[in-house]
């Protein structure tokens, strides 16, 4: 279903496996360092497989797989930066995205026997487990993101074949708010789904036609929604929306694209702006998605489907989500507003709720349209301003700015950068920044060193480096050697 690319000689050809990572649309600094990665996955991979199977890869001995798979293939998957549109997804807003030039590569071969094991070529720990319906993942282990994924697909698709070898590596910063953790449950699905050919499956093909389609349904196996007559689970534990997901899978190199979603509806692409790089800084402060830091994240999107259940409650209407009840009537949102004030409840509840939907009012319905038109326009003297008013609304409304991410895009706009802002669940995470590609490694390096000057605890998991916008997740097929 997604974009194959085929790899014309073997896998441990590096200039062979590079240009086809440039023909991607990966610029060369990526596609180098991606190469490598790849074949760091090929090598762990051969040799876990080897020693299961007790034959060389690509031998005539070798286990041929269910599609006579003699040699591994691979996928990558990208990270994303939200641009413009924080935490609009879940409320069935607006958001400009693009997919970056890091992310995870991934080798997977079959094997016959309905287990899984998985592999971190970077780090060398490894999981195994089966391909099964009461799979029991553990929560707070990175563990949880692949056997989520294998349980979801063991109950939507029965009588799966085939489990696999999957070997992944990926350069994303952990934890950073470029969503690693959904790139990784799209790689795994990819991978599982390919090993089984459930494109093929007619419970698939009932519910997803497209890679919008796809994408949400790949949003509710994290979210544990159900998807059409695909039913959900209990999900990674996160109430996200569908965003990353699109991202991944439907940006194209060298433009951002603009989504709506619940559900997900292209709106329109704008080229990256000529001469510009996004710069990009972690700021050392893990956004994990578990324990508290999960329950804050929650709050964000709880709070986004109690104003909307408050209205459905007063109406009797139907509207599912904010942007809905937004829509439903010129008069609709101060209307909105009145109920909350009006609902009898806790004081804190009440202002929390009225902060949340003043910050999706001012995030969707004026600040991103505009911006995505300025951006359109070329027009850094317009867009930086708006992007300014993002950010403060993200600190004072949203509420899920540290200091670390505040600094970050004030120091950003004072070292000259078109625009700046914090993305992604927040309560940690990461920045960008819009500049000219001839001042970037400059203003990385002035970047960082206000940075760390600042906040030093952070001097060894905080990371800056640029990206222009990259290419969607791919199938790289193999060729013979």
Not at 218 to 223: F, R, S, Y
Request: glycine letters at 10%.
């Amino acid at each position: 279903m997604i974009q194959q690319q085929l790899l014309e000689g073997g896998w441990d050809d590096s200039p062979a496996v590079r240009r086809l990572l440039l023909r991607s649309g990966l610029s060369e600094p990526a596609a180098e360092s991606k190469a490598g990665l790849f074949t760091r996955c090929y090598q762990m991979l051969c040799s876990q497989a080897d020693h299961t199977a007790g034959a060389s890869v690509g031998s005539a001995a070798a286990e041929p797989g269910p599609s006579g798979w003699p040699l591994p293939h691979g996928f990558y998957v990208p990270g994303r930066i939200e641009v413009f549109g924080k935490h609009n997804d879940y409320a069935g807003g607006a958001s400009m995205v693009v997919a970056v030039e890091r992310g995870f590569c991934l080798a997977v071969l079959p094997r016959p026997d309905l287990q899984v094991w998985v592999a971190d070529a970077r780090t060398g720990q490894h999981i195994l487990f089966p391909l099964h319906p009461q799979l029991q993942p553990t929560v707070g282990h990175w563990s949880n993101y692949p056997m989520t994924v294998a349980r979801r697909m063991a109950r939507n698709f029965p009588e799966l074949q085939w489990g696999a070898h999957i070997v992944f590596a990926s350069d994303l910063p952990p934890a950073s708010g470029m969503s690693s953790s959904s790139a990784l449950i799209v790689a795994i699905f990819l991978a599982l789904a390919e090993v089984n050919q459930v494109w093929s499956r007619p419970e698939f093909q009932q519910e997803v036609h497209n890679l919008v389609e796809l994408a949400g349904y790949l949003a509710t196996v994290e979210n544990g929604q159900s998807f059409g007559s695909l039913a959900g689970d209990k999900g990674v534990g996160t109430f996200g929306g569908s965003e990353d997901h699109t991202a991944m899978l439907n940006c194209r190199a060298g433009f951002l694209s603009e989504y709506a979603y619940c559900p997900v509806r292209f709106l329109r692409s704008v080229p990256m702006p000529p001469g510009y790089v996004f710069a990009l800084g972690a700021s050392g402060v893990a956004a994990e998605k578990t324990g508290a830091a999960m329950e804050k994240y929650n709050r964000a999107s709880g709070l986004a489907y109690r104003a909307a259940e408050l209205w459905r409650q007063a109406t009797g209407g139907s509207e599912p989500h904010l942007a809905a009840v937004v829509h439903s009537s010129p008069d609709a949102a101060d209307r909105l507003i009145q109920i909350i004030r009006s609902a009898g409840l806790d004081p804190a509840e009440t202002q929390a709720l009225l902060n949340r939907v003043q910050q999706f009012l001012v995030e969707n319905e004026e600040l991103r349209p505009a911006e995505g038109d300025a951006l359109a326009r070329c027009d850094m003297e317009t867009l930086g301003p708006l992007v300014d008013r993002s950010q403060k609304a993200s600190e004072e409304l949203l509420g899920n700015q540290v200091p670390e991410t505040i600094r970050l895009s004030a120091i950003a706009r004072a070292e000259g950068a078109a625009a700046a802002c914090a993305f992604g669940a927040g309560f940690g995470g990461s920045v960008w920044a819009l500049v000219r590609q001839e001042e970037a490694e400059d203003f990385l390096r002035r970047w960082k060193s206000r940075y760390l000057a600042e906040f030093p605890q952070h001097a060894d998991r905080a990371e800056f480096f640029t990206t222009g916008a990259g290419p969607a997740a791919f199938h790289i097929v193999p060729g013979q050697k």
